[in-house]
């Protein structure tokens, strides 16, 4: 697999960490990283996203130094540093425990990194200060770690991460031990900080909203390897495969049979819903998917008049009412379900779908997605 | 450039280090021979000079015709026995005591009830001896028929066994939901019936570890028996005591063979019923 | 947790046997220790009965405590005891550590091969020791074959430290394994990713924050160690006593049990300065308890 068949655009321009055929198998031959290769630039917010056992974590501890590639390079600022220990990396990383040291104060866990390097005190002091200003913790820098709540722990894990001026910040699921509200606080924060320090940001995280908020641009991981590497929207209107689009937001899948092919098109037979044409430029198998978002559909009680649009009558299986939204879930004359979001526009019973209902569904040929992989 | 770390190897992974492996190699090769020498020698053709002369059961038939030698492992073995249960069933209800009351004094309590463990164990085994001598137990004990006799040195051994198992219980009972027994009790059940169907059922475990480790205690102890032992009866340590000091016999190595094998196999016994809860913390 | 007056039968039933038992079998012993301690003559016949001793008639024996061998004795006690504490310590952190970091599955074998020896009774330990130290003994062999020795090792003040460091050194391997296990790894890859030698990591983050374990480990082989009678006399010469060997020729062939009395109360009294220590070091330190 090679970086250009999964990255939508090429990276910007001054690549800061290149990953190089990198491999990652542990003793009793899990292989938790399978021949990874792509490049993130410089002042990226880079994400790697993906379900626990993906092998995020372990690509990012290998870009920390704390794991070793069992083939492969890393290439950190042009120099390989596939074996280079971590101390000898320009990367700091905030893990996911915060690992801020308890025995010592916020100031002396701040300034660990600046000492152990012999950076002049003087110099710590001043750059400890500035550090604890930045994450807005200067008033509790004679604290110890075991007063202060898990946000404040962040902070510090951050400052101390950020004082040594690292190339590239690692951050390994932060947003992960933290309450909802803390959450959206501090995801607005780390969105701030990047563009104020200007450091490239490498964040792990399982979270798709986390990732999705906060990135410029995010590798979707799956069984060691990278799925797809693309921005946000493009991620979410344009999936390469089932599990991406299965695994960014909510998406119906409905299975069909090529019967048929055209140029940059193929003829599917979708049970249910007959013969479609969907416009595809990938090589396509004997089956495909059609994706199309819950947001995407749209439900009627009198069938649809426009000709484009593909429609089948459906019959409403559940209903949940969110106020703003209905999640409805309707059942195809098969019996797969689909899940719809309704807009509750008017106040009198919102969309007006009930259980029971036969309805039609509908969407837009354009909103929908042929997916191969 | 700094030295650089090997392919697939972290700067945390300490076991794959040559030296540590190195050192644990050394040590356990230091910790073991002493025992495996010991052990070979048993099977060792008896001669002055300790130098290996042929292999022989010769030793453990002599050792087994050693009537002192077999009358003092019975004897240390029957102690054990009888301390164990002892221990383990005062030690279990001091467990669920501490466990389950709040009293006042109980910080003081349960040091107290540390002592045994803490103190060194020549303290113990004087003070043991004094008491024994200021009341007469000593003299009127030992004359008592088999196996009461060896009462002196059971009380002693309870006393510094005990404690220990309300440890490893109460360390078993730390992971109990309380609801259950509140269940039980809602349901119907008397104290005496929850205590018996739910509670010793889930204490299990932590009791035949306790045992266990109250029966290897004891197996285990000289200094203690040393001095609870009266003039008449001889122990198995009292035994290879004074054997040991009047020069090597091999009959002593063939029954400390036998000594060593019971205590392995309890202790690897004790061990797997300790594992569990070793990985699930 | 239940406060005891909510049920009292149940509360009695289960105090009373563990501490009658605590009571009547090492509380009233030590209370009689101690007040042996206080008497000056004590007659005691071969039936190892005390006939007779006054009550607390002076401090004489604590006085005769303060001779010269008798403190000399203490100082080579306590001396001999730390180089064996020291010498376990630096073993049994590699060690550990070494188990910490194996993978999971080997962690309880290798824990058990370092506990086993443990487990077996301490006088045949012992007596294993001396066939492989005494002069025709295994290392002497060995060394034999290298063209070198024999050593008179059995009767050194070597050979009684080596054996209490061979007896007592699971006693820190246990509670710095408890440690280290529980130390929380991301704190050492923390200190590395800041620019952290291993040797500044080990000297800053790993070292503070085991010291509990070291502490607990220090005073489970220390304690001991101070108490030590058997390992002294059989692997050490007369010109070798611990403090051990005095109380019980005490109680043996000088038979001056109220002599021995004081001297063992002493030494309880150094024990509990050591756990006092302990507390206070314990206090301290911020590190994983165990």
Redesign the interface.
């Known amino acids: 697999m090679t970086d250009n068949s999964l990255s939508d655009a090429p990276p910007p321009a001054g690549t800061i960490v290149s990953i190089r055929n990198v491999s990652k198998r542990f003793a009793g031959g899990v292989t938790a990283v399978d021949d990874i290769s792509f490049d993130i630039a410089q002042n990226e917010f880079f994400a790697l996203l993906g379900p626990s056992g993906c092998g995020k974590t372990t690509l990012l501890r290998m870009i920390s130094g704390l794991e070793t590639p069992t083939s492969g390079q890393i290439l950190i600022d042009g120099q390989d540093m596939s074996l280079t220990p971590p101390n000898k990396r320009p990367t700091n990383m905030v893990f996911q425990s915060y690992a801020v040291f308890p025995h010592m104060t916020v100031a002396d866990n701040v300034a660990y990194g600046l000492r152990v390097t012999g950076v002049a005190e003087d110099e710590t002091k001043r750059r400890v200060g500035e550090a604890l200003e930045m994450v807005k913790l200067s008033h509790l820098a004679q604290r110890k770690p075991d007063q202060m709540s898990g946000g404040q722990r962040q902070r510090v894990a951050l400052a101390r991460a950020l004082v040594k001026r690292p190339k590239v910040l690692l951050l390994d699921e932060p947003l992960s031990a933290l309450d909802a509200k803390l959450r959206d606080d501090m995801r607005m924060e780390l969105t701030r900080l990047q563009e104020t320090v200007g450091i490239t940001f490498i964040i792990v995280t399982h979270d798709q909203d986390e990732a999705l908020s906060m990135a410029t641009r995010i590798a979707v991981m799956d069984k060691g390897a990278v799925q797809q590497i693309a921005t946000p929207s493009e991620l979410y209107e344009h999936p390469r495969s089932r599990f991406v689009a299965d695994f960014i937001g909510k998406v119906n899948l409905i299975e069909g049979r090529v019967v048929g092919k055209k140029a940059n098109a193929v003829i599917l037979d979708v049970p249910s819903i007959g013969k479609m044409e969907m416009a595809t430029k990938d090589i396509v198998g004997e089956t495909a998917a059609i994706a199309v978002r819950p947001e995407k559909l749209k439900i009627t009680k009198a069938e649809p008049k426009d000709a484009k649009l593909v429609k089948v009558k459906v019959a409403i299986r559940d209903v949940a009412y969110y106020g703003d939204t209905s999640d409805v879930v309707a059942s195809l004359p098969d019996g797969q379900d689909l899940y719809v979001t309704v807009q509750n526009e008017s106040r009198d019973g919102g969309s007006g779908v009930e259980r029971g209902a036969k309805v039609w569904m509908s969407w837009e040929p354009k909103d929908s997605l042929l997916l191969t992989e | 450039m700094a030295e650089l770390l090997k392919p697939g190897q972290g700067p945390l992974d300490y076991g794959k280090r040559r030296w540590l492996q190195a050192v644990f190699a050394v040590t356990l090769f230091v910790l073991y021979l002493p025992i495996f020498v010991l052990i070979a020698y048993s099977f060792n053709v008896q001669n002055r000079s300790g130098v290996w002369k042929g292999f022989t059961l010769e030793n453990y038939a002599k050792a087994w015709n050693n009537s002192d030698l077999m009358s003092a492992l019975l004897n240390s073995l029957t102690i054990a026995f009888i301390s164990t249960i002892f221990a383990t069933i005062i030690g279990a209800m001091i467990a669920v005591l501490l466990w389950r009351f709040r009293f006042p004094g109980k910080p003081a309590y349960e040091g107290a009830m540390a002592l045994p463990i803490v103190i060194p164990e020549i303290c113990m085994g004087v003070a043991m001896l004094l008491f024994y001598a200021r009341t007469g137990m000593m003299t009127g004990m030992t004359h008592l028929s088999w196996p009461f006799n060896l009462g002196t040195i059971i009380i002693a051994h309870i006393a510094f066994c005990f404690p220990f198992v309300a440890v490893v219980v109460r360390s078993r009972l730390v992971g109990f939901n309380r609801q259950l027994e509140e269940a039980s009790k809602d349901l119907g059940a008397s104290e005496w019936q929850t205590f018996t169907r739910i509670l010793i059922p889930y204490m299990m475990p932590g009791l035949i570890a306790g045992a266990l480790l109250a029966f290897t205690l004891s197996l285990d102890d000289f200094v203690i028996t040393f001095f609870t032992s009266g003039p008449e009866t001889v122990t198995f340590p009292v035994k290879i005591y004074s054997m040991v000091k009047t020069g090597v016999k091999f009959e002593v190595n063939a029954a400390s063979t036998i000594l060593i094998l019971i205590t392995v196999v309890a202790t690897v016994i004790a061990m797997k019923f300790q594992a569990p809860e070793q990985s699930g913390h | ?4 007056k909510t ?1 009292r039968s ?2 009695w ?3 009373t ?2 501490t009658f ?2 009571v009547l ?6 209370a ?2 101690f007040v ?1 301690s206080f008497s000056d003559k004590a007659i ?1 016949d071969g ?4 006939n007779d001793y006054d009550y607390f008639t002076g401090i004489s024996n604590y006085l005769r405590s303060l001779n010269s061998d008798i403190i000399s004795i203490f100082m080579r006690t306590i001396w001999w005891s730390f180089l064996a504490t020291l010498a376990c310590l630096l ?1 049994a952190y ?2 550990a ?3 910490c ?3 999971e599955k080997w962690r ?1 074998l ?1 824990l ?3 506990v ?2 443990f ?7 012992t ?6 130290l ?1 002069t ?3 290392i002497n ?1 060995a060394l034999g074959f290298a063209g070198l020795g024999p050593f008179e090792i059995l009767g050194t003040s070597f050979a009684v430290i080596f054996g209490l460091v ?1 007896v007592y ?1 699971p006693f820190m391997v246990l509670p710095l394994y408890a440690t280290i296990e529980r130390l ?15 040797f ?1 990591t080990f000297r ?2 790993t070292l ?2 085991t010291m509990p374990g070291i502490v607990t480990g220090v005073v489970l082989v220390f ?2 160690c ?2 030590t ?2 390992t002294s006399e ?1 692997l050490g010469g007369t010109s070798s006593w611990m403090i ?1 060997n005095v ?2 020729n005490q ?1 043996g062939p000088a038979n001056d ?1 109220p002599f ?2 004081a001297l ?2 002493l ?2 009294y150094a ?1 509990f300065g050591v ?1 006092a220590l302990r507390s206070l070091l314990q206090r301290n ?3 994983v308890d165990v």
Do not use: H
């Open positions: 947790m239940e406060d005891w049920n149940v509360f039933t289960l105090a046997p563990g038992w605590l079998f090492f509380l009233v012993p030590l009689f220790l042996l005691i039936q190892m009965s005390i073993i590699p060690i550590f070494g188990i970091f194996a993978p309880p290798l058990m091969l370092i086993l020896p487990w077996i009774n301490l006088l045949i330990r007596y294993a020791l001396i066939a492989v005494r025709q003994g295994v062999s061979y050194m929380d790894k991301s704190f050492l890859e923390a200190s590395l990713d800041l620019g952290g030698t291993q500044q800053n983050i503070p924050l304690i001991p101070l108490g009678f058997l059989l051990g109380i019980q109680f049990w021995g009395s063992s109360l030494l309880m024990t756990l330190s911020k590190g």
